[in-house]
T-cell receptor
Framework: GAVVSQHPSWVICKSGTSVKIECRSL??????MFWYRQFPKQSLMLMAT?????????EQGVEKDKFLINHASLTLSTLTVTSAHPEDSSFYIC????????????FGEGSRLTVL | GENVEQHPSTLSVQEGDSAVIKCTYS??????FPWYKQELGKRPQLIID?????GEKKDQRIAVTLNKTAKHFSLHITETQPEDSAVYFC?????????FGQGTILTVHP
């Protein structure tokens, strides 16, 4: 199957700093990527949909200025958590839809963010 | 948007028993229903999926049933093994987006 790679797999940062997470589709092109957040013992919640060459679409309640999404190419989407605070500590997972099978998603490995 | 409800939140079974997890969805336009298995700290893994034009699908020990009229679908795992222990999520698709259920922590005791 298709491969989505996410980096870094884990990051620890100080409160107030910004953290960038990269999501790459390695063997296919992704015009759309989805960013999910998962708090401990909870489900995956869709944060936003990134679209290559245009602005991301954010879900209700997600702050656009805090979670900056850039989809600069057909294989790369980035999520930047700006001015991170301890409550932003979470597992962030990106995914890209299959070009062949409608609805199927390929997930990145996830990035564990801990804000001190 | 889509709303997916999943039950139970925890499920404990003995090795060899069957496990059933149920989900309901709200959007009648949803047409794709995947099930994921997630181990601690790892990405979700697709284990089986079903589309709205099919009522049942089976893959070895795993099966999924879909009742479109009632808007619910279920995951069935037979002959459970300790390595089946994980968190399982159902999901529904609306407007190209996946909405996940709350998750079920399955524990299979040897």
């Amino acid at each position: 199957g298709a491969v989505v790679s996410q980096h870094p797999s884990w990051v620890i940062c100080k409160s107030g700093t910004s953290v960038k997470i990269e999501c790459r589709s390695l063997d296919f092109q992704a015009t759309t990527m989805f960013w999910y957040r998962q708090f401990p013992k909870q489900s995956l919640m869709l944060m936003a949909t990134s679209n290559e060459g245009s602005k991301a679409t954010y879900e209700q309640g997600v702050e656009k200025d805090k979670f900056l999404i850039n989809h600069a190419s057909l294989t790369l989407s980035t999520l930047t958590v700006t001015s991170a605070h301890p409550e932003d500590s979470s597992f962030y997972i990106c995914s890209a839809p299959s070009m062949l099978i409608s609805g199927e998603l390929f997930f990145g490995e996830g990035s564990r963010l801990t804000v001190l | 948007g889509e709303n997916v409800e999943q039950h139970p939140s925890t499920l404990s079974v003995q090795e060899g028993d069957s496990a059933v997890i149920k989900c309901t969805y709200s959007d009648s336009a949803s047409n794709y229903f995947p099930w994921y298995k997630q181990e601690l700290g790892k990405r979700p893994q697709l284990i089986i999926d079903i589309r709205s034009n099919v009522g049942e699908k089976k893959d070895q020990r795993i099966a999924v049933t879909l009742n479109k009229t009632a808007k619910h679908f279920s995951l069935h795992i037979t002959e459970t093994q300790p390595e089946d222990s994980a968190v399982y999520f159902c999901a529904g698709t609306s407007y190209g987006k996946l909405t996940f259920g709350q998750g079920t922590i399955l524990t299979v005791h040897p």
